[in-house]
């Protein structure tokens, strides 16, 4: 699985609207500085997750952005299929549209397999989850797993 620069964008903008600890609208320049983002790349990223329903954006010189629920009701999938579309997908199709042939009839279910398990750690963990360092034990567990930080 391949995160994009643009789900990656998004989660880290989703990151810092839920760490924001009032209720005044964070500027999207604010956001852009603070986690080193092209400002002209984020505001469409902002623009597609307020058309999304994540987040809630004001006009004027008190305007800004801020996360249309609270950050524990988001999850990483919500903000990653907001930006992206489907969590999984082999060229451009969903898995259960595909279809094999002969040796290679098995990769469906391999495909699905592999959507079920980033489906259950994405739609697992919420913004407020990352934000306050607290992952899921069963999140967690995995980064433990021998290899898990090495890239072969």
């Keep these: 699985m391949r995160i994009s620069a643009r789900a990656d964008y998004a ?6 609207l839920a760490a924001s600890r009032d209720e005044t609208p964070l500027k999207a320049e604010a956001i852009a500085d603070a986690q080193e983002i092209p400002h ?36 990483i999938a919500d903000v990653i299929r907001t930006v992206d579309g489907p969590l999984v997908s082999v060229r451009g199709v969903r898995p259960p549209d595909l279809s094999y042939t002969g040796p290679a009839q098995s990769l469906l279910p391999l495909w699905i397999a592999l959507r079920s398990n980033v489906r259950e750690i994405l739609e697992g963990v919420s913004l407020a989850d990352v934000a306050s360092a607290q992952l899921p034990s069963d999140v967690s567990a995995l980064t433990d797993a021998p290899g898990a930080w090495a890239n072969p």
């Design 40 to 75: 002209k790349f984020l505001e469409g990223i902002l623009n597609d997750m307020r058309r999304g329903g994540l987040v809630l954006s004001q006009r004027g010189g008190n305007g800004g952005y801020r996360l249309a629920r609270p950050a524990s009701s988001i999850t």
């Design 11 to 16: 989660v880290r903008a989703a990151l810092q």
